[in-house]
């Protein structure tokens, strides 16, 4: 479950850059950087729960 959301938040990052793209009524802009931030968020979480179960098999 801990992995689930992080690639999951990665998968509305990369929609939201393509809605930004093709969709002309939405501010291109504001839908790429949504996207950034979801995937940078998304990355950052998958990157501690890598680093959690690290800690605990040492």
Do not use: H, S, Y
Not at 14 to 25: S, T
């Amino acid at each position: 479950m801990k992995i689930t959301l992080p690639i999951i938040l990665v998968l509305i990052g990369a929609v939201e850059i393509i809605a930004a793209v093709m969709d002309p009524n939405m501010p291109i802009m504001i839908g790429i950087v949504l996207g950034i931030i979801f995937i940078g968020l998304g990355v950052k979480a998958l990157l501690d729960a890598g680093k959690r179960k690290q800690c605990r098999k040492t």
